[in-house]
């Protein structure tokens, strides 16, 4: 079960972290991965982790809010075959309230956050209709679902991927393509725990990110990556439109 061979895949911000695992899971399942990120080195990092492995991936520099770069990166892609699964992951983050937050704070992680699955997800949408099959997931959050404490800006793109996935599955379920998105809870990436480096206890830190998860830890990175492979996948042939809560319990109140 949970097979990709044959596919391609494309995954933003797999330079790293979730992306990078989400990478390394399609590849290990057959699929030929496309990593990309505004991270050079780490996705070419990325890539070369999995060429040796024995499978199949390729870099491409993407910056997911310029929408030019999106179109030619799908171009790069089905120059090589068709355009089996896009996983928009790429996303950035922001800490505080309606005090603090700028508008150009908003500005900012709307552009990365929502314009930008916008952009990759608009330009992959007409190979999708030519090949009539498809397949997108979306990375949107806890935050998507239910409000975090100085989260504003952040929560505010989240709850908007959550619609603009549950909208476009509506508008495409009959056409062959499937939208469905993923919402973490906290995960253990390379970004978190440096954020805990620069703490002056760590191991608190560590306990405080935990305990908004009823099962007191926090994610790793594959298990959310064991999420999107269930959702790429044929076996989720019903599935468009969902929410998959990957958070620990948080969401159950």
């Known amino acids: 079960m949970f097979k990709l ?45 999995i060429r040796k492995k024995g499978h199949q991936a390729h870099f491409l520099l993407l ?5 030019a770069t999106c179109i030619q990166s799908l171009n790069s892609v089905r120059e090589e075959g068709p355009i089996n699964i896009l996983v928009n992951n ?11 937050t700028t508008g150009d704070n908003m500005d900012r992680l709307y552009q990365v956050n929502v314009k930008g699955v916008f952009n990759m997800m608009k330009a992959a949408i007409p190979f999708m209709l030519e090949q ?44 062959g393509i499937r939208v469905n998105c993923i919402c973490p809870g906290r995960v253990e990436t390379p970004f978190v725990k440096a954020r805990l480096a620069e703490y002056d206890d760590p191991e608190k830190g560590y306990r405080e990110m935990s305990s908004t998860q009823p099962i007191g ?10 999420a999107a492979l269930y959702l790429a996948s044929d076996e989720a042939g ?16």
Request: aromatic share 4%; glycine share 14%; charged share 20%.
């Open 132 to 175: 009539k099959t498809g397949n997108i997931v979306n990375m949107a959050s806890i935050g998507g679902i239910v409000g975090v404490k100085n989260r504003l800006a952040y929560c505010m793109t989240k709850f908007a991927v959550v619609g603009l996935t549950k909208s476009t599955a509506l508008d495409y379920a009959k056409r």
């Open 5 to 49: 061979d044959n596919k391609q895949a494309l995954i933003t911000g797999a330079g790293s972290g979730i992306g990078a695992a989400i990478a390394h899971a399609f590849a290990e399942a057959g699929a030929t991965v496309w990593v990309t990120d505004r991270d050079e080195i780490g996705g070419n990092k990325t890539v070369e982790e």
């Open 238 to 253: 019903s599935v468009t439109g969902s929410c998959l809560s990957v958070d620990g319990g948080w969401s159950a109140g």
């Open 63 to 67: 910056d997911v809010t310029d929408e």
């Open 217 to 226: 830890r926090m994610a790793q990175p594959a298990e959310i990556a064991a």
């Open 90 to 100: 790429a996303g950035i983050g922001h800490v505080g309230d309606l005090e603090t």
